[in-house]
């Protein structure tokens, strides 16, 4: 396997298609926000010099964004890595402009194509894409891996700064745990291609970092619950383990310690389908 060459650029960069690895450039669209950091990153997957035939996650309901995702792709496909708005906002309009049918894990967000089946081959010209169910950040997240090491569109699983809220109840914290180490066995070197922030150089090595994050939250949350009993609710554990974090931002790390409590307690959501 050849290792794809990353082309390090300034992030962010509202309106520039710029180019990240031979096949992925991506088009940043300007919605920043405490959840979309920079803003959401739609890619563009093509040939060198051939205009885009598969677009992942057009972004928000944001027209300006999505003229130019069509004017500079030629999309006979558009995926999405998971139903959230700001990823998935565009996606009828982006349709309508190119005609190219929508397909998501979540049959709710497919328009004139099927669901997307874990560890199918999708093909779209010279483009060629492996899903990977990755449930936890939502149940319906997947992650898209290009050949050869040539990265893998992590969507929300894996972002490019900082760490991902387990969206409970829609998500699970024991799935993230299991996608996060099916992501750590991946080849050294694999290009980050996130939803948000910018692109990293070795997924594998982010996702075992991500693992040491998440059981490091998991010792605080239990030794919260020695102090304030088995019965804490999350705010409790919010106001006494995220006493740094700007009370701004509480309300997120709120829906993780849900997440992380209905771990501890056994509850776990059926996965999708």
């Not at 992925?24 to 205009?51: F, I, Y």
């Not at 799935?175 to 066995?185: D, F, H, P, Q, V």
């Not at 050294?188 to 070795?202: E, I, K, N, S």
């Amino acid at each position: 396997m050849t290792v794809a060459s990353v082309v390090v650029a300034t992030h962010p960069a509202y309106g520039v298609l710029r180019p990240v690895t031979e096949l992925a450039s991506v088009l940043l669209a300007d919605n920043p926000g405490p959840m979309t950091l920079d803003g959401t990153n739609t890619w563009l997957l093509g040939r060198p010099g051939e205009r885009a035939t598969v677009v992942v996650d057009p972004g928000p309901d944001d027209e300006d964004h999505l003229r130019r995702v069509a004017g500079l792709s030629r999309p006979a496909l558009i995926v999405i890595t998971h139903g959230h708005r700001d990823h998935t906002g565009g996606a009828r309009l982006l349709h309508e402009l190119t005609g190219a049918p929508v397909r998501a894990a979540d049959p709710a967000q497919c328009i004139g194509g099927p669901p997307l089946r874990p560890a199918e081959v999708i093909a779209s010209g010279d483009t060629e894409l492996r899903v990977l169910a990755t449930p936890g950040h939502t149940m319906d997240s997947v992650c898209l891996v290009l050949p050869d090491t040539g990265g893998v569109l992590t969507g929300d699983t894996v972002l490019g700064r900082g760490t991902t809220v387990i969206m409970h109840p829609e998500g699970s914290l024991g799935a993230y745990l299991s996608s996060l180490r099916g992501l750590a066995e991946l080849p050294a070197g694999t290009p980050v291609l996130p939803g948000h922030g910018p692109d990293l150089r070795d997924l594998a090595g982010t996702a075992r970092r991500y693992l040491a994050h998440r059981e490091e939250r998991l010792d605080q949350i239990r030794r919260a619950l020695a102090t304030l009993g088995d019965d804490a609710t999350p705010r409790q554990v919010v106001e006494l383990v995220y006493q740094d974090v700007d009370r701004a931002l509480w309300w997120a790390a709120e829906v993780s310690v849900g997440a992380q409590l209905a771990y501890l307690r056994g509850a776990t959501p059926e996965r999708l389908g």
